[in-house]
Structures are given as structure tokens and as C-alpha cells.
């Protein structure tokens, strides 16, 4: 955070840490270590009402998810309560699949923003510059996870930082392409 105060940090964990710290103490104490915003995974928005605003008192977004199999309801409630953005799991399944279909991508976003204004962040499954920039036409933001995780573990030692930049970059001339 010193080192570079404008880049956003995010905390995205489960809701065991904030149930023991309670809300209000978990948001002050994230704050007070320079975190921009916290997604709890296993907290449905319908149910954080309560987080949500704690979270905003402290000058921190509580940010949520939605996925394929999120109802209009469940959309509308995360878009009540959430800022910073909203990150939309784009499949089924677990992190790091590779069966990502961009086109069901492009026909939800638009359903989302229809209930909100923030940026909407999708991830699972964009594991390439293709993917990534399929998803950059409809999404204001993509997230790749496990691809960087697989990169790091496979390089050669001594390789891992040289192989992360050649990734990033394709990604990067994707996106801006």
C-alpha cells in the first residue's frame, strides 16, 4: 500500500473471519490497512444488508457475486447493496475451467447493468488473450486466477516472473486491440 496508494485492494475470502470480528470492527480494521473493497464469497447479498452498510460507514466496498444462476431478485439485491463493482462468475463449476462461453457472457452483462451502474468484473475461465478480450467487449473489467497460478507453477525456476510479463502482455495487446 505504500509503495503505490492508487491500485485498489481487494479482499475476497470467506465469511468466518467477519462473523468472528464482527462487521463493523472487520470494515474499520480493513480500512485501517488500506483496503478499497472485500467480497465475501459465501455471503449471499440478500442477506448482507448489514455487512454492506458497515462496509460503506468504513469507506470500504462490499462487493458481491452473481453467477449464470443468479435470479432477476438476486441480481437487484446485490446491485441494492454492492459498490466498487460487481464480479459476475461466468460458468458453472470451479475456478480455472476452461469451457468459458463468452457468448452467454455478453447476453447477461447487459441484464446486470440494467440493475446497476457500477463496473461489472467477470472471471472463471478467461485463461487466454482471446478470451480475455472477448469478454472486454461486454465486461468492464476481467479477472484471470488459476491461469496465473498454472503459469507461476509450471515455469522453469527462474522463469516465473519472465513468463508472467509475456503473459500479461498478450493480454494487454488483446484488450487494447
Known amino acids: 500500500r505504500k509503495l ?3 491500485t485498489p485492494v481487494v479482499l475476497m475470502g470467506y465469511a468466518n473471519p467477519v462473523e468472528q470480528m464482527g462487521s463493523e470492527r472487520f470494515a474499520a480494521e480493513a480500512k485501517s490497512a488500506g ?3 472485500v467480497l465475501v464469497v459465501d455471503y ?3 442477506e448482507c444488508v448489514d455487512f454492506a452498510a458497515s462496509m460503506k460507514v468504513a469507506g470500504v466496498d462490499p ?3 452473481l453467477a449464470p444462476t443468479s435470479s432477476p431478485e ?3 439485491d446485490a446491485a441494492k447493496i454492492a ?3 460487481i464480479y459476475y462468475v461466468s460458468m458453472r463449476g ?3 475451467a476452461s469451457h468459458l462461453n463468452t457468448q452467454d457472457v455478453a447476453s447477461i452483462i447487459p441484464k446486470i447493468r440494467e440493475a446497476t451502474s ?3 468484473a467477470v472471471g472463471f475461465g478467461i485463461n487466454d488473450a482471446e478470451s480475455a478480450r472477448a469478454v472486454s467487449k461486454t465486461a468492464d473489467a476481467v479477472v484471470i486466477g488459476s491461469r496465473i497460478i498454472r503459469l507461476l507453477e509450471d515455469s522453469a525456476p527462474g522463469q516465473a516472473v519472465q513468463s508472467l510479463e509475456t503473459f500479461i502482455r498478450e493480454i494487454r495487446v488483446a484488450l487494447d486491440s
Request: net charge negative; proline share 17%.
Open 118 to 120: 457500477i463496473p461489472i
Open 4 to 6: 503505490d496508494p492508487n
Open 44 to 46: 449471499p447479498p440478500e
Open 74 to 76: 438476486r441480481i437487484k
Open 94 to 96: 470451479v475456478t480455472g
Open 83 to 85: 459498490s466498487g463493482y
Open 35 to 37: 483496503v478499497d473493497g
Open 63 to 65: 462487493i458481491f457475486l
